[in-house]
Structure formats: structure tokens, C-alpha cells
């Protein structure tokens, strides 16, 4: 996204708003916290601070489990396109290593 307008993001400070323009729930509510105490934060400004702290508070720490879940929960909904499932669920068995069962 970031290499498609080199000019907007050309600073990490932008690239870092953005990025955080879709935070939701508690991570949203951390880097709200960050702006109001403490604007003067590397992670408000610096692209690799903000992702290293983002990613180890609030990434998923079984990437492989919850995508069998996701699998294991996944429907074909009568208002969706079969196209669409086939999607999520080529997506998810990438995420678990099913896919070598082709």
C-alpha cells in the first residue's frame, strides 16, 4: 500500500496513522491512550516501532490454530457466493498447511 503513493506515506508517521486508522478494540484503545499521554512515543512516529509493539501485544500467538478453527467454523451462507467460500477456505488451509493435500 505504503510503495503505491510514495508521496502521502512518505513519512512513517503517516504510514503509522494509517495503519492505525483500522486498530479496533484494545489496540485501538492503546494507541489512543499513546496519543493523548504520551504523543512524544517512538511508536507514534517510527513504522518499525509501531509494528513490533502492535504485533507482539496484539497479534494472534497461534496463527495455525486459529485458522483451524476458522476452518472448522466455516459455512457456505445462502446470501454469499460459493466463490466466496472456496476462497476462505483455500485461505485458511494455506494458513494450517493443508493445501499440500491437493
Known amino acids: 500500500m505504503f510503495q503505491a503513493k510514495l508521496i502521502t506515506f512518505q513519512l512513517e508517521s503517516s504510514q503509522v496513522a494509517f495503519a492505525a486508522s483500522y486498530l479496533q ?3 485501538f484503545d492503546h494507541y489512543t491512550t499513546l496519543l493523548q ?16 509493539e502492535f504485533s507482539s501485544k496484539f497479534s494472534v500467538f497461534d496463527t495455525i490454530a486459529e485458522a483451524e478453527e476458522n476452518l472448522f467454523n466455516l459455512q457456505m451462507h445462502n ?5 466466496t467460500f472456496i476462497v476462505w477456505f483455500k485461505w485458511e488451509a494455506y494458513e494450517t498447511g493443508l493445501q499440500d493435500l491437493e
Open 25 to 27: 478494540g484494545i489496540a
Open 37 to 52: 499521554f504520551d504523543p512524544n512515543n517512538p511508536m507514534l512516529s517510527n513504522w518499525l516501532a509501531f509494528t513490533q
Open 79 to 83: 446470501n454469499k457466493h460459493f466463490m
